[in-house]
C-alpha cells in the first residue's frame, strides 16, 4: 500500500464538544481532571468518556476491558456532537480492542481530529488504512508533558484552531541523520507499534512514498535494533520516501541509539532526519499524519502542503 494523502478533518470552533477517551492504560484522575481544565480554558467542551477512569478486572495495565474502551471511542467517534476525540493516555491496550470497533460506522461518521501518541499509533494507522482519515500524532491531555510544558499545549491548540499557521514544523534539536530532501504522505509513529502490526489483518502493507515518523520510550537499542530489523525484512520501509525521528527516551545513551538508527535507516538512500522533537520528549510537537509534505533533512523542517484540518 502506497502513501497517500488521506481526508482532512475540520479545524476546532470555540464551544465546540469534544471528547476524552482512555483506548490503552488507566488514568490518573487528577491529571484527567487538569488536561479537561487546559481544554476549558481553549473554550472547548470537554467530555470524558463513560470508561475513561475505568479499570480492568484482572489486568491493571488496562483502564477497563476491551468492550468498554472501543464502545467509548466508537460512540465519541460516531456523535455529531462531538468534533474532536483526546487521547487521554498511551500505555498498552489499543491492540487489544482495535478490531472490536465497527469500522462501517466509523467510516460512515463525519471525521474529526483524534489526537494521540504512543500506544494509540495503532488507532492512527486504523483510522488511515480502514477509514480513510488524517489524525494527529500529538500529546495525550492527561499526560505529563501537556500539562507541564506550555510549547507543547500552544502548537496542539494552534494545529486544532488555526492549522493554517504551523504549516512548517521545525525543531531546535533537529539534525541530518542523512542529508536531502523529500516529498510524500506523513506516516507511522512509535515504531514498536508499528513493527507490531506486521502481519496483522487490515495492517497497512508498507510505507512506500511516505515520510515516515518514527519514535520509542523505554527501549534499548538492541529491541528498537529488532524493531527496525523486522520492518526491513518484512519489506515495509521499501520506496519509503524519508525518515523523521522524534524522541527515544529512556533508551540509554542516545549516541547508542544514533550508531542503531544509522545502521538500520542509512542505507536506505532516503533523507533522515534525527531529534525532530515528538514523541516522548520534554517538550512534543504535534505532526499531522496522512498529509502530504516535504522533508528537509538538511535544514530539519517538515513543510506540509496543505493545513492538517480544513
Sequence with gaps: MTAAALRRPPRLRAGDRVAVVAPSGPIVADRLDRGLDVLRGWDLDPVAAPHVLGTHGTLGY?????EDRARDL????????VKAVFAARGGYGAQRMVDLLDWSALRAAAPKPLIGFSDVTVLHEAFAVRAGVATLHGPAVAGEVFLK??????QLRRTLFAPETVRTLASATARPLVEGRAR???????????ASELGTRQARRGASGGLLLLE???EPPYRIDRALTQLLRAG??????????????RCGPY????????????GLGVPVVEEFGFGHGESALTVPLGVAAELDATAGTLRFTGPALV
Design 236 to 249: 515495509w520501509l521499501d520506496g519509503v520516501a524519508g525518515v523523521v525521528l522524534g524522541s527515544w527516551a
Design 62 to 66: 488496562l483502564a477497563a476491558g476491551d
Design 255 to 266: 549516541e547508542r541509539v544514533r550508531e542503531v538508527l544509522r545502521d538500520r535507516l542509512g
Design 149 to 154: 510544558d506550555d510549547a507543547t499545549r500552544e
Design 74 to 81: 466508537q460512540a465519541a467517534w460516531c456523535d455529531p456532537s
Design 216 to 218: 520509542d520510550v523505554g
Design 184 to 194: 510524500g504522505v506523513t506516516v507511522g509513529g512509535c515504531l514498536t507499534m508499528l
